[in-house]
């Protein structure tokens, strides 16, 4: 599984070093820049997954569906990881992680 590149050139070299079938995992909004399939499967990939895509546009998609019953506008937009992590309150559970951090940390 090929995870973590950053840039182009990273995810053109993977698959040469790697003497198995090929994976890559972009997320949405991560390091991974996103390339297109073609590319993907000229470079040796065997499989790519995006395992945060259909997540975010059914997050979308419930925030603009409520917020039209409510006869309001949503405001917010998961378009990226760090949105949906805003959504969801994940700033201030690592506030709250910070404050009381576990035993020996």
Do not use: C
Request: glycine share 8%; aromatic share 6%.
């Amino acid at each position: 599984m090929i995870e973590g590149q950053v840039e182009s050139v990273e995810i053109a070299e993977a698959p040469i070093e790697v003497d198995a079938p090929k994976l890559i995992n972009i997320v949405a909004g991560g390091l991974t820049p996103e390339i297109d399939h073609a590319t993907l499967t000229a470079l040796g990939f065997a499989i790519a997954i995006y395992p945060t895509t259909a997540l975010l546009a059914a997050a979308d998609a419930a925030v603009k569906a409520l917020a039209r019953l409510s006869g309001s506008d949503a405001g917010l937009s998961t378009a990226t990881m760090e949105d949906f992590f805003r959504l969801v309150g994940l700033d201030e559970w690592f506030d709250i992680g910070d404050r009381w951090p576990a035993p020996g940390e």
